[in-house]
C-alpha cells in the first residue's frame, strides 16, 4: 500500500521464449495498464502490470537495466533477477518513446536511491563495508596464525548478511505482489458489484413501469369493450344499423388483436427480466412500439366516436321521419301513392297523384342532402 503509481499507460506485453531464448511469447490476449510504482519505504522503483488476478510483470529497476527499441512500436529490457525479457507492444510510436524516456528517469532516480542507500550503510556500518583502497593489517593476511580465523569469520559474516537481505528483499516483493494482486481483485469485485446493484434496480423500475402501463391499458380496453357492448345493445333493433355493427365488431376483434400483443410484448418483456439487459438500443425500440400502440388507440377511438355519431345521426334522421309520416295522414298517403308507383306490380299508367309527387320529391330530396352531408363527413 506504500507504493504510489507514477506513470501509466497500455500495452501487449510479451515474455521471451525460456527454451528457445528468441521466439516470443503473448503474456495477454488482450493490451494491459503497464505502470511505474514508487515505494517511499524501501526507495525502489517498479514496473507492474496485473491481468486479471496474475501479475505479468513485476520487474524492479535497477541502474544496470537498459531499455531498447527494436522497432516503432516494440519495445524491451531484460530482468536478471527474473531471469527473463519482456517486451512491450505500443499502439503508437509516441507511446513507446514516453515509456521509454520515463525508463530513463527511473532508472536514474534508482541509481541516485541506490548511492543514497549505500552512503548510509557506510556511515551507519562501517565496518561491514571494507573498501578495495583499505589495507589490511598483516596479522589477518598471514597463513597460520589467528588472523586467518578473523578473515574466515569476516567473511562468512557478509555472506549471510547478503543471504538475509537478498531473502528480505524477496519476501517483501512476494508481499507486494500480493498485495497489488489483492487490490485489482477487490477493486473489480467492486465494481462488479456496483454494476450489479444498477442492473436490478433498472429492472425493478421498469417491471414498475410496465405494470402501471398495464393497468392502464386493461382499464382503457374494459372501457372500450363498455362501450362496444351498449352500441350493439342499441342498434340490436335496427336493420339500418348492420353495417356499422359490422364495422364495430372489426374495431372490436382489432382492438382484442391490439390487447393480445400487447399482453404477449408484456409477457416478453417479463421473461426477459431476469436476463441481461440490452442497454439503450432495446429500450428505445420498446417505447417506440409503445407510442405507436397509443397512436393506433388513440386513432381507433376517433373511428369508434365517428361510429356511433353517425349511428346516432342515422337513427335521429329515421325517427324524426317516421314521427312526420305518422303525425301528418296527407304525408302518409303520399309516401304509400308513392311506394305502389315504385313497385313492380304497378300498372304502366300508374301515375302518383298530384299532392303526393311533389312532397314525396321533396322527402327525396331531403334523403339526397342527408346522404352528401353524411358522405362528406
Known amino acids: 500500500m506504500g507504493e504510489q503509481p507514477i506513470f501509466s499507460t497500455r500495452a501487449h506485453v510479451f515474455q521471451i521464449?525460456?527454451?528457445?531464448?528468441?521466439?516470443?511469447?503473448?503474456?495477454?490476449?488482450?493490451?494491459?495498464?503497464?505502470?511505474y510504482f514508487y515505494d517511499a519505504t524501501r526507495n525502489v522503483y517498479r514496473i507492474i502490470s496485473v491481468?486479471?488476478?496474475?501479475?505479468?510483470?513485476?520487474?524492479?529497476?535497477?541502474?544496470?537495466?537498459?531499455?531498447?527499441?527494436?522497432?516503432?512500436?516494440?519495445?524491451?529490457?531484460?530482468?536478471?533477477?527474473?531471469?527473463?525479457?519482456?517486451?512491450?507492444?505500443?499502439?503508437?510510436?509516441?507511446?513507446l518513446s514516453q515509456f521509454a524516456?520515463?525508463?530513463?528517469?527511473?532508472?536514474?532516480?534508482?541509481?541516485?536511491?541506490?548511492?543514497?542507500?549505500?552512503?548510509?550503510?557506510?556511515?551507519?556500518?562501517?565496518?561491514?563495508?571494507?573498501?578495495?583502497?583499505?589495507?589490511?593489517?598483516?596479522?589477518?593476511?598471514?597463513?597460520?596464525?589467528?588472523?586467518?580465523?578473523?578473515?574466515?569469520?569476516?567473511?562468512?559474516?557478509?555472506?549471510?548478511?547478503?543471504?538475509?537481505?537478498?531473502?528480505?528483499k524477496k519476501m517483501l516483493s512476494e508481499g507486494s505482489v500480493s498485495e497489488v494482486q489483492w487490490e485489482a481483485e477487490f477493486f473489480s469485485l467492486q465494481d462488479n458489484n456496483n454494476k450489479l446493484v444498477a442492473a436490478l434496480h433498472e429492472a425493478n423500475a421498469n417491471v414498475d413501469q410496465w405494470k402501471k402501463q398495464l393497468a392502464a391499458y386493461q382499464e382503457e380496453t374494459e372501457t372500450l369493450r363498455q362501450r362496444v357492448a351498449e352500441l350493439e345493445s342499441q342498434g340490436a333493433h335496427d336493420s339500418s344499423s348492420e353495417n356499422n355493427k359490422e364495422e364495430l365488431s372489426q374495431t372490436l376483434e382489432e382492438l382484442e388483436l391490439l390487447i393480445k400483443a400487447k399482453d404477449e410484448e408484456i409477457q416478453m418483456l417479463k421473461s426477459?427480466?431476469?436476463?441481461?439487459?440490452?442497454?439503450?438500443?432495446?429500450?428505445?425500440?420498446?417505447?417506440?412500439?409503445?407510442?405507436?400502440?397509443?397512436?393506433?388507440?388513440a386513432e381507433l377511438e376517433r373511428r369508434l366516436h365517428l361510429a356511433e355519431q353517425t349511428l346516432a345521426e342515422t337513427l335521429a334522421e329515421r325517427e324524426?321521419?317516421?314521427?312526420?309520416?305518422?303525425?301528418?295522414?296527407?304525408?302518409?298517403?303520399?309516401?304509400?301513392?308513392?311506394?305502389?308507383?315504385?313497385?313492380?306490380?304497378?300498372?304502366?299508367?300508374?301515375?302518383?297523384?298530384q299532392v303526393s309527387f311533389p312532397l314525396f320529391s321533396h322527402i327525396l330530396q331531403r334523403k339526397k342532402n342527408r346522404r352528401s352531408s353524411l358522405l362528406l363527413k
Open 17 to 35: 521464449d525460456p527454451a528457445t531464448k528468441r521466439n516470443w511469447i503473448p503474456a495477454s490476449k488482450h493490451a494491459l495498464t503497464v505502470s
Open 51 to 95: 491481468g486479471g488476478t496474475k501479475a505479468i510483470i513485476n520487474s524492479t529497476i535497477t541502474p544496470n537495466m537498459t531499455f531498447t527499441k527494436t522497432s516503432q512500436k516494440f519495445g524491451q529490457w531484460a530482468d536478471s533477477r527474473a531471469n527473463t525479457v519482456y517486451g512491450l507492444g505500443f499502439a503508437s510510436e509516441q507511446h
Open 101 to 168: 524516456e520515463k525508463f530513463q528517469e527511473v532508472k536514474e532516480a534508482a541509481r541516485l536511491a541506490r548511492e543514497k542507500s549505500q552512503d548510509k550503510t557506510e556511515l551507519t556500518n562501517p565496518a561491514l563495508n571494507i573498501t578495495s583502497h583499505q589495507v589490511l593489517p598483516s596479522p589477518i593476511i598471514s597463513s597460520n596464525g589467528p588472523g586467518e580465523d578473523k578473515l574466515f569469520r569476516s567473511q562468512s559474516a557478509d555472506v549471510e548478511i547478503t543471504t538475509e537481505k537478498e531473502r528480505l
Open 272 to 297: 426477459q427480466k431476469c436476463g441481461r439487459w440490452e442497454a439503450e438500443g432495446e429500450r428505445e425500440e420498446t417505447l417506440q412500439k409503445l407510442q405507436e400502440l397509443e397512436a393506433r388507440n
Open 320 to 353: 324524426k321521419i317516421q314521427n312526420e309520416v305518422t303525425k301528418d295522414p296527407v304525408t302518409l298517403v303520399a309516401v304509400r301513392s308513392f311506394q305502389r308507383w315504385q313497385s313492380p306490380h304497378c300498372p304502366e299508367g300508374c301515375l302518383p297523384d
